[in-house]
């Protein structure tokens, strides 16, 4: 893509660019733009990282969240490779630990259904092994007698999602960047006749930028929809709750079918999380917390004693075809889609920032992005007329 100055930037200036939203895909976006010597803006409808961003569980889950070989298990799997470099640089340039753990993912069978498809999964997921019950509870002795088995994954760690966000806030603000807390974007500036976008219009009035970005989650459609496209996007309410006990009971996360169960370095856990198209409604059900908290107790029983700490929901951004939306569309150019991470936007956010900083320097992306191309939606759409 080349970036074409707009009418705003002098000459030999440094070139800008415009972030919408400011979750972690957009703050990771603009840290790596940043970086690049882009001069950012990023822009928020509310607080920077206060919807599905720090909602997540913070799994870096490349091998216990996919289901199949392809394109996006390897997307996930560069991502997850990147991720120590990515966050000992973050954590230089913020001076906050986003509070790694390496102890890796135990995916549990409970029943004999569950064990046959992790035992499929062997024939081509990578770094993972089957372990029989009594190898499982060596490793995590808590865990119910009653498990068939399960893959261990020595790969899947982990980060607090909180501490990241708070990461890439500090580091953002340490490069210069400008935030724009409480300030909605309403719609995309475009230049008639070429329809390149030069911005966005907000409640604060327009900005302009070389380069922008759409990084607004579940609410992305909303912001493509008047340049005529019209992304398959939904949120998807996923609900948790954080316990505490009075003594360790698992180092590794512990995940089953329905339920996962991630220690904290605070001594908290998280159990998470119900998974329900229900709009942009965030309540709390007592009756979804109850039935995490069962299945958390049918995996790990000691569970039935934790203290409870507070609940929560986070609206994933979901795609139909639960692929995100990477990359640029020749309609609109000087627009860059980073959205739709769905389940794996945590994991995700170093090789999106640096998919995004290649698209704006225009370089070869390191991974191909036709299977993530915003006209795919086009496409699609044009085969079932
Ligand atoms: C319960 C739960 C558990 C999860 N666990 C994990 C996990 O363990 N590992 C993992 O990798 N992922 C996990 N995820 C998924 C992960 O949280 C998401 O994929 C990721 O946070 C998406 O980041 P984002 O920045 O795109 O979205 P968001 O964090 O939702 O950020 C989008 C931002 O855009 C802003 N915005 C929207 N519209 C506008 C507008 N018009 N103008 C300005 N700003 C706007 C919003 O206010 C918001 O701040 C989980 C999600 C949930 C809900």
């Known amino acids: 893509m080349t970036i074409q100055k707009n009418q705003t930037t002098a000459a030999g200036a440094q070139p800008s660019a415009l972030i919408i939203g400011g979750g972690v ?3 990771a976006a603009a840290y790596e733009l940043g970086k690049a010597g882009f001069r950012c803006t990023v822009l ?11 909602a997540a569980a913070g799994m870096l889950g490349a091998q216990v969240e996919t289901h199949q070989p392809g394109p996006f298990y390897e997307m996930c799997r560069a991502s997850q490779r990147m991720y120590t470099e990515w966050t000992d640089e973050l954590e230089q340039a913020s001076g906050i630990s986003v509070q790694y753990r390496a102890e890796g993912i135990l995916r549990a069978a409970l029943t004999a259904e569950d064990e046959q498809e992790l035992r499929s999964r062997l024939a081509w997921i990578r770094e993972a092994e089957w372990l029989e019950p009594s190898e499982m509870l060596r490793l995590e002795s808590e865990l119910s007698p009653d498990i068939h088995g399960g893959l261990h994954l020595p790969a899947d760690h982990q980060v607090q999602p909180v501490w990241l966000a708070e990461a890439l806030k500090a580091a953002l603000v340490n490069q210069g960047c400008r935030i724009r ?3 909605p974007a309403i719609r995309l500036l475009s230049e008639p006749g070429t329809g390149r976008v030069t911005g966005v219009q907000t409640s604060e009035g327009p ?3 070389d380069l922008t970005v759409l990084a607004a989650g579940a609410w992305t459609p909303a912001l493509t929809e008047p340049i005529g496209l ?3 996007m939904f949120p998807v309410k996923g609900q948790c709750i954080s316990v505490r006990t009075d003594a360790p009971l698992i180092r590794s996360t512990v995940f089953t079918k329905g339920c996962y169960i991630v220690p904290k370095l605070d001594g908290s856990y998280i159990i998470g999380a119900s998974q329900l198209e229900a709009g942009f409604d965030k309540r709390i059900h007592v009756q979804t917390i109850a039935e995490l908290h069962a299945k958390a107790v049918e995996l790990l029983p000691r569970m039935a004693e934790a203290e409870f700490v507070r609940t929560w929901a986070g609206l994933r951004p979901g795609t139909r075809d639960a692929l995100p939306f990477l990359g ?7 627009l860059v ?3 739709g991470q769905y389940r794996n936007g945590i994991l995700l956010a170093p090789v999106t920032g640096r998919i995004v900083k290649q698209l704006a320097l225009s370089e070869q992306p390191f991974l191909d992005l036709a299977p993530y ?9 044009t085969a079932t007329i």
Not at 328 to 334: I, K, L, R, S, T
Not at 373 to 381: I, N
């Open 328 to 334: 640029v569309w020749d309609e609109a150019p000087g």
């Open 373 to 381: 191309a915003p006209s795919r939606v086009l496409k699609a759409a």
């Open 337 to 339: 889609f980073a959205t």
């Open 25 to 27: 895909i957009g703050c």
């Open 181 to 183: 807390e409480w300030t």
């Open 207 to 209: 900005l302009y930028a």
């Open 230 to 232: 019209s992304l398959p």
């Open 44 to 54: 928020d409808k509310g607080g920077l990282a206060q919807e599905a961003s720090t």
